[in-house]
């Protein structure tokens, strides 16, 4: 069955330290990958996409990812976090089949806490 | 533009009770999609719309929930009988047109729903 992982549950990082949250993805074919945060109290919003192209991904507020197909992996990455990144981080990811449905698989989610 | 929009944001059932929980979407995204997250699991996809037709429904956890879209405005998700397993995070998600393939079409999420089921 289709399944993405998050290898980190609980992140505590301090400001300005760097952050990668790893996410693996069950098995191959194409894939459209996602990064989503849900700051305290707000929605689910979008942090990036990869559909195709470069794998290297930019995304808000000085987010990458990076698509590692040999790994199924794409985990999220950003050189100094704030405090304000304070979230749940949960990477998604949907197979294409051609078909009209693109339902998102998503990982348990990483709670990151960044100490001022 | 409006987001997502759900109600009620939370509702407290007995066991037993029955629950509609309502999704408003983008206006003009034709897409609509139920997701849950249970206490402590990952967000699971529970059925997609497109327009007022069930695309897929292969995640709906059994014949107590019912998900309907007249009109193919909003949705409802009634839970009839509710359980304690049905306790958890309701959200809704909405986007354009998911097969035009120049470009991904984002789903747009709304806060979701509390249901907690005692």
């Known amino acids: 069955a289709q399944s993405v992982s998050q290898h980190n549950h609980h992140v505590i990082l301090s400001e300005a330290a760097s952050l990668e949250l790893g996410c693996n993805y069950s098995?191959?074919?194409?894939?459209?990958l996602f990064w989503y945060v849900q700051y305290p109290g707000q929605h689910l919003q979008l942090l990036l996409k990869?559909?195709?192209?470069?794998?290297l991904v930019k995304g808000i507020k000085g987010f990458e990812a990076e698509f590692i197909k040999s790994k199924f992996s794409f985990n999220l990455r950003k050189p100094s976090v704030q405090w304000s990144d304070t979230a749940e981080y949960f990477c998604?990811?949907?197979?294409?089949?051609?078909?009209?449905?693109?339902?998102?698989?998503f990982g348990t989610g990483t709670l990151l806490a960044v100490q001022p | 533009e409006a987001g997502v929009t759900q109600f009620p944001s939370h509702s407290v059932i007995e066991k037993g009770q029955t629950v509609t929980l309502r999704c408003d979407p983008i206006?003009?995204?034709?897409?609509l999609y139920w997701y849950r997250r249970v206490m402590g699991k990952e967000i699971k996809f529970l059925l997609h719309?497109?327009?007022?037709?069930?695309?897929?429904e292969s995640g709906m956890p059994n014949n107590r929930f019912l998900a309907e879209r007249t009109g193919g405005t909003y949705s409802t998700l009634k839970v009839q009988p509710a359980e304690l397993e049905d306790s958890g995070v309701y959200f809704c998600?909405?986007?354009?047109?998911?097969?035009?393939?120049?470009?991904?079409?984002?789903?747009?999420f709304g806060p979701g729903t509390r249901l907690t089921v005692l």
């Open positions: 998600a909405s986007s354009q047109d998911p097969r035009e393939k120049t470009s991904y079409n984002e789903q747009f």
């Open positions: 098995y191959g074919g194409t894939v459209n």
């Open positions: 990869y559909f195709s192209g470069d794998p």
């Open positions: 998604a990811v949907s197979w294409d089949y051609g078909g009209a449905t693109n339902k998102l698989i």
């Open positions: 206006s003009g995204h034709d897409n």
């Open positions: 719309f497109v327009k007022e037709s069930k695309q897929d």
